[in-house]
């Protein structure tokens, strides 16, 4: 079953195996059929997300594609859009972040110019396209082999360590960060702040009243939550097979 078809937006692909002691509820059971499908990963955003998870110059350098000017102002214009990449500059030689405007964009429904960006990935041409909204695969950034880095309007399967950016615009400017550990959250189907504590026994016994159950609460770090959301279940999914079962009491 995949997450995008229970209203995740995420490409997450799992084999569920459902066990019964009766054999007349096996008989009657069905795996459930897609649900509120098509849901995009704008309904996952955090709005206030910190600075520390926008990508750094270093990581752009080596997520975004090199491409050269001639063929930037080309391929900006076949796209209809403003193409965020990695060029030689020809005057000091140097590798340089850019943004370059379309000649003739096409435009989009609200009639703005559609940004882009192209990731380095291993095709024929070196790269491929992300549009705002889109999350772009991080990981293994040297790899000569890697490819299907773009999550288009969703995020690709969640790992350990979550090395996935999403497309964004903000004040008018393409910029890439991180999912952050709420996003994960929400793209597994659990509740807003799931994995930022854990619980250990109060210190001497004596209950801190945070819980009110004689635990206390233990910030996890964004590592550990990560891998949590990386190697657990969607929520809805399960929720989806319960709600197939027709147990007899």
């Known amino acids: 079953l995949t997450a ?19 054999p007349s509820e096996a008989e009657a059971f069905h795996m459930p059929g897609p649900s509120n499908p098509g849901t995009t990963i704008e309904r996952v955003i955090q709005a206030d997300a910190p600075e520390k998870y926008y990508l750094k110059p270093e990581t752009l350098q080596k997520t975004l594609a090199r491409i050269g000017p001639e063929e930037l102002e080309k391929l900006a214009e076949m796209e209809g859009g403003a193409l965020m990449v990695r060029h030689v500059n020809k005057a000091t ?28 990935e ?19 950034a040297n790899s000569k082999t890697r490819r299907g880095r773009i999550g288009h309007g969703i995020a690709n399967t969640l790992d350990t360590s979550c090395q996935q950016a999403i497309v964004l615009i903000e004040k008018g400017e393409i910029r890439l960060r991180r999912l952050t550990p709420l996003e994960c959250e929400r793209l597994m189907g659990w509740p807003d702040g799931w ?23 233990i910030g996890i770090s964004d590592t550990q939550r990560y891998k949590l959301c990386g190697n657990g279940v969607v929520a809805n999914i399960v929720t989806a097979i319960v709600g197939t079962m027709n147990l007899n009491p």
Not at 7 to 14: A, E, I, L, S, T
Not at 122 to 140: E, F, H, L, Y
Not at 196 to 204: M, N, T
Request: aromatic share 6%; glycine share 14%.
């Open 122 to 140: 291993a095709t024929k041409r070196g790269w491929t396209i992300a549009r705002p909204g889109d999350t772009v695969n991080m990981s293994a």
């Open 93 to 120: 030689g140097m590798v340089v972040d850019t943004v370059a405007p379309t000649i003739r964009a096409h435009h989009d429904a609200g009639g703005a110019r559609q940004p882009l960006v192209a990731v380095r």
């Open 195 to 217: 994995t930022e504590f854990g619980a250990a026994p109060c210190p001497g016994g004596k209950c801190c009243g945070a819980r009110g159950d004689g635990f206390c609460n």
């Open 4 to 22: 995008t078809d229970y209203g995740v937006p995420q490409k997450r692909q799992r084999v569920f195996i459902v066990g019964f002691r009766d």
